[in-house]
Each structure stands twice: as C-alpha cells, then as structure tokens.
C-alpha cells in the first residue's frame, strides 16, 4: 500500500477566491488504484512554505502530488523550489514540451516569447511528462530509499484544472509502473427519507454484522439524501463486490424503497431511470420551489426523452388560468393546501398530456403563520391511477427549504411511479 | 495580525467523494477581517491522525478551523480527538443545543433518540456556539500561551456545508472579540459580461493608478460575473470607504452598464431592484435552462412581488400548445433559433401578462451540429417597447453551460429593463 499526499500551491486558494476542484479528481483517481490519500495540504507561492511542506509531505508518503505554481508569470515559484529540493544545479530544456509550446501558441495565433519558451525549462534531476493541454509540463522528481526512509516521487502538476485533470492518467499510469499496489474495492447504495441518525440507529444491527474488514461511511446530502458506502481494501474485485453486494441485499429488508439506487446517484436520475424507455413521460407544477424541480430534472442528459415540461405558478392567476386550478378550491383551502397541490398536478398534467406530473405549493421563507409555518409544503403526485399529496415541515432557511422540497417532491414522484409498476 | 489553518476532517474528501467548499468561504471570511490563513489540511477520520494533524497546526497558528467529524454515527470521532486534545475528562451536556436539538427534529416530526441527544454532549473544556441549523453545535477550545508558545484557539464546525457556511458569522464575531485585528475595508462592484482576463486588460490603467494601500481582487464566478474587491487595511472606515468609492466612481466611464452593482451582488437581485416597487412584472420561458432562470429569480426573497412564474417548454409540443409558438416557426427557423426564442418571451408574457419576460433556448449539451454546436444558446427579451434576441455560444459541460445561458438572460434582461428606463 502506498499513501499520498495531495499539495495545492497558491494564495488564490488559501484567500477564499477559488476552490480547489483538482484534489478531489487526484484523489478519487488515487482511491482507485488502491493509493490511500493520507493528507492534503494548501499552502501559498512562498519558496520557505513550498520547500517545508514537500519535506514534510516526502517524510510521510510515497507519493506525492503538487498542482499549481507553475505559470510563465512571476508569482509562479513552485518550479525553483522543486529544483532546491531535488538538488538541481542547472535547468533543462524539454525538447518534447518545447515543441508543443510552440504548438499550442501557434494554435492560438501568438508568437512565442522567451518567457513562452521558458515554460519548457525544468530541473536537470526531473523527468518530463509532456502536457498536451498547457504550456507547462508535468515534472516528475524520484528521491532514493536513503533520503526520505522510503522511496519518494514528486509529481508536479499545473494548476490549470482541465490541465490538472488531464494529467491524471499519464501520472496514475507512472504510479502503477513504480509501485506495488493494494486494490480497494467500493460500492454505494443511496438512501432518502431518514435523517443520518434514525437511519443509522435503523441499520445498526446490520451494520454491527458487516465482517471485520468492510468500513461503513455515511455520506448525508440534502438534495440526494443519505449515500452509504462500503469499502473493502485489498482482495480480488469480482470476490470483494460480491461480498458487497450480499452485504447490501441484507440490507434490503431493512430499509425497503427508501434505498433508490445501489450506485453513486441522485433522485432525478433514479426518476429518469424509471422512465426512460417505457415511452412515459413527465411534467411539473411548481410553486414554493420556482423552477429547482424541473432544473434538477433537466440536469440529466437526455432527459428530453421523458421530460415534457413544467409551469412555474408562482402568481394566484397563473395558477388559475394557466393550470386551471379554481378560484374557488383556492379561497376555500388556501394556497397552500392539498387541494391546491392536487389541482396543480393534474393541471399540468393535463395541460402537457404527461403520464406523471409533480407539484409543490408551500413557503420557503420567510413569512408564514401557525397553520402553515415557514418550511411547509404540500407535495402533489397525478398519474394513470390517480393522484396523492404529502405534507412536509422542514426548518431550514429559504435556500435549503427550497431544496428540501424539490428533493421531498422528486422522492414522492419516485414511489409514486414505483407503486404503479408493482 | 493572526494565523489561522482550515482542517477538513473525513475520509469522504481523502478519496475525492466530495470537494471541499467549506474552506473556501472559511477562507475568504478570515480574510475579510485580516486574519491570514496559512494552510488548509484535509486528513481522514482517524483518532491518531487528528490529534496529530491538529497539534502541528496549532503548534504553527493561533486559529483553527475544522470542519467535520461531528456527526451522530460511528465514523465521526472529530469530538473524542478534541475531548483528549483538550484534557477534557468528561463531557457535558449543552443545554442550548439540546433545545436545539429537540426543536430540530420535532420540527421534521421525529422523535429525539439516544444518538440525537447526544449531539448536545461536549468536552467539558468547551464552549458552544449554538448551532441553529443542525444538531452538532461549533465547539470553542482556548489554549493559553503556556500550551503552544501563543494563544490558540480551536473552532470545530460540523461539516454539513450548510451548517459550517450557517456558522461562519457567529465564529467571525467570537475571533474579533479576542484577537487584536487591523480593520479591513472592503467594497465591491459587480461586473458581467468580460471575461476575467478581458476585463483586466480593459482596466489596466484605472489599475495601474489606484493608490499604493488599495489592493484590487478579481472574484469571477459563472452565474455572477466578476466581483471586483478593493481592499484597504487599517484606516478609519468612513474615510477608507470615501475613497474606496472615489475609486469606483473613476471605473464607471470604463465600464458603463457592464456594472450592474456597487455591493456583493447577484444578477437576480439586481433585476428584482429594478422591478421592486414599479408595479412592473416578470414571466421566463424556458427550454434549454430547464428552470434554472426561474430558480435563480425565484431564490431572492420577496419575489413574488414582481415574478409571476414561468414555463418550462422541454418539449416542442409545450412550446406549440402552451407559450402558442406556431408550428411554421419552428419547422422553419428550428427550434434553436432567434424566431422561437422571441415568440417564446412575447407567449409567456401574453400568457401571464406581464410586463416583461425573458426566454432560452439552445443546446447544453450532448447533440448539437456545426450550424448550433453544444453550448449555442438564442436568449430573448420581450417587453412593451418590443423584443430583442441575442445569441451566445460557449464551451462548457451541460452543468456550466446551463448556469451561463442562465446568468447571461438574466443580463440582457437587466439590460433591456435598464434601456426601457433611460
């Protein structure tokens, strides 16, 4: 097993102004091939800081990984810093990255500058991986046994991110070459309806019964609900899944229908993949959540293929005149009310000639009153066999309320359709 | 002036499950109040790796922000490291957060179990900041001098992003009332339509003349634009904002109505400025944002003062049936096209009757061809002087291509309102 540690270098990230996306593709693609990421570190374009925290970092882990810092522009110091770390005397030039210098300039219609052609200098003590999206190569720095207890490499990428993530896989086909490594195997299942704690004290007995080498992690998410997963280190993939999968069909009984995918997932999707193919379709009425259902909806690609539309009813008469609910359900139960709901869903429903129809009338905040506090909605689901409406409190402020509604709204949808196909 | 370090805690981010954001508002936060933040260190849910982890960050800062760690389940035991860090023997109960607690889930209509109480249970070391928007409360711990060869303190915020960004004011307040601070002031201006690198180029000299103690920031993001910060340290604050605003005042003949605020600002906020108060109304049609520019307008609150709702044309019949775009409209121009991105605004408008309205459609990808390539997006703007289409294309993945359609309709909607008032 070899432990890494991921280095971001860069005062834009240490004052809040971008966040650091290319660590977590690093290390998704670490996990992978069994490399355990044990830290990563963000520090500033200061040569001391580089050079005290790369020692540090060798001293714990094998691999290493550095993006950022290496930009023609004068704040980018990372390079000179690796070069005292490894002992470099004098700068190479690259041939391979020379070339593409010139390469990607010339593409854009620029003239190649000394400071251009500078970018393809690096420390004699390195390898060159070239980088085919940027000016900057990957630097690749191998330390013996002797310095560091360990065998040590540093691999130092650019900080541009699609320049970061392209580098991912000629920098993980290094790390396979140079080391032995412990595979490690995970799979998820995604749970909505129960807070983590209810859903943990549900599953405890289970969770007490997972063999000894199985690790449980609980991974909440607002608008996907619970994502549990488990992870086995080492073995042979087709056994260790296996053991997985009897894992989670254990888990079946206990939790039913709340579970809705047995990957990585989101409620949309899981709506689509009922969908999908069966020729049935899909429309919504929105009020309280303005637009995020069919947004969050739309976010899946092709989605087209089910998703017919939806109204955002956010004024009384667009209710009325555009979903036909009547003025008199509305002054007889108020607008947020199950009626109301019920009205909105089949309007749509019947406005867009879907199969299935959502709707949420409700308020996000603020205002609000004893009957209907702030973070009530009424859920509306219409279908072939009829219709259904839930009531939900939550107590989050407006944004949060919005997005509990939806994904409250997508879940009802879900079982609703569910229900039909049983 | 003060060191901080910001610590993530969980295995979930180690192996690239989640990306980090709550660092990057930490962050940006600390360095609003002058507080420099040096690291920020993510490590995994192990008892030794904390400890060790959080003793070498106060060893080199007085502050210290975790985030995560402080959940209900057995994979959380941030607490623990910090109860032996700490010395604390035992824990106590909070009994500001167990009413908390209580009020959270009775409010959700669950009951409060064993694993919830114990969420208001402490280190007997700390003090609580009450958390109002889940159960796990931000936990102090002070350190004297003697301890670390200067004052530390540790601030452990749960790790829900919702509930670390929720805590973030309350731990500001606390961190000015013990430390000694220099006053930063801060003004904005709010910049759409230039990317970051055209944008500098465009102010270079109003730049390059700015006083010696102004420091400018460039802050981009896809669904605002640019925020532009000028920062001054130390000063008096009625004087320091004085000319802070002289400064502004020099960028506006630059710049004219690509600024669409003076403050921290979002374009939905800035259309709702101009509709608030007037009387005027908003209706959106959409097809290719699929909600989200209803979403964004409906996220200010109090919009339903001036927004009435909208429709979601996913689908041609919707478009045809509904906002009564004609058939030979579409057959003729396509339905990517400047011809149904007008008649979509000037249906939805007729539709709801409002005074303006604002429409989309184009492709976010997957599909598109060489005439509409992926990223194409024809925006219209329907008012009562007329409408104006516009056509933007941009090269992004379906998420990001959604959210630029979406902020650059909501533009040229600021836009047009902003010509009808001139």
Redesign the interface.
């Known amino acids: 097993m070899a432990n890494a540690s991921i280095c971001?270098i860069g005062d834009e990230?240490?004052?809040?102004?971008?966040?650091?996306?290319n660590?977590?593709?690093?290390?998704?693609?670490?996990?992978e091939i069994g490399v355990?990421?044990?830290?990563?570190?963000?520090?500033?374009d200061d040569h001391e800081?580089i050079i005290n925290?790369l020692m540090n970092e060798l001293t714990h882990n094998e691999i290493v990984i550095t993006t950022g810092g290496l930009g023609p522009t004068k704040d980018d110091i990372t390079k000179a810093a690796l070069a005292e770390i490894s002992g470099s005397k004098r700068y190479v030039i690259n041939d391979g990255q020379l070339r593409m210098v010139h390469e990607i300039l010339h593409a854009r219609g620029l003239d190649v500058l000394d400071i251009n052609r500078a970018q393809a200098l690096v420390p004699e003590a390195c390898e060159v991986i070239v980088n085919h999206l940027g000016t900057a190569p990957v630097m690749v720095f191998r330390f013996p046994k002797e310095k560091f207890g360990h065998s040590a490499t540093i691999y130092a990428l650019p900080g541009v991110p699609f320049e970061a993530v392209g580098a991912i896989p000629d920098v993980i086909k290094d790390i396979k070459r140079h080391n032995e490594l412990t595979d490690i195997f995970?799979k998820c299942v995604m749970v909505f309806g129960m807070?983590?704690?209810?859903l943990?004290?549900e599953i405890e007995s289970w969770?007490d019964g997972l063999p000894k080498d199985m690790h449980?992690?609980?991974?909440?998410n607002?608008l996907t609900g619970v994502r549990l997963?488990l992870s086995i280190y080492g073995g042979v993939r087709e056994e260790e899944e296996r053991r997985i999968d009897e894992a989670f069909a254990r888990l079946r009984p206990i939790l039913e229908d709340k579970i809705y995918s047995y990957k990585d997932d989101t409620l949309e999707n899981a709506v689509g993949a009922l969908l999908r193919g069966t020729g049935m379709?899909l429309s919504?009425a929105?009020s309280c959540?303005?637009?995020?259902?069919?947004?969050l909806?739309?976010?899946v690609?092709g989605?087209?293929e089910y998703?017919?539309?939806?109204?955002?009813?956010?004024?009384v008469?667009?209710k009325e005149?555009?979903l036909g609910v009547s003025e008199a359900t509305i002054n007889e139960y108020g607008v947020v009310s199950s009626e109301v709901a019920s009205a909105m869903a089949e309007g749509v429903r019947k406005?867009?000639?879907s199969t299935y129809a959502v709707s949420t009338t409700g308020l996000a905040?603020?205002g609000g009153d004893e009957h209907n506090p702030v973070?009530t909605v009424w859920i509306g689901v219409a279908g072939p066999n009829g219709t259904k409406t839930v009531r939900k409190?939550?107590?989050?402020?407006?944004?949060?309320n919005?997005e509990r509604f939806a994904a409250a709204a997508l879940n009802e949808l879900r079982l609703f359709i569910l229900e039909d196909h049983n």
């Open positions: 971001t990230i240490l004052i809040g102004q971008i966040v650091d996306t660590s977590s593709h690093i290390s998704a693609a670490l996990e355990k990421v044990t830290r990563m570190v963000s520090f500033g800081e925290n995970h807070a983590e704690s209810a943990s004290k969770e449980l992690a609980y991974l909440p607002p997963r379709t919504a929105e959540t303005g637009g995020k259902i069919s947004s909806i739309t976010s690609p989605a087209s998703y017919l539309g939806s109204v955002t009813s956010y004024a008469p667009v005149k555009v406005l867009t000639g905040g603020p973070g409190v939550y107590k989050n402020d407006r944004k949060r919005i």
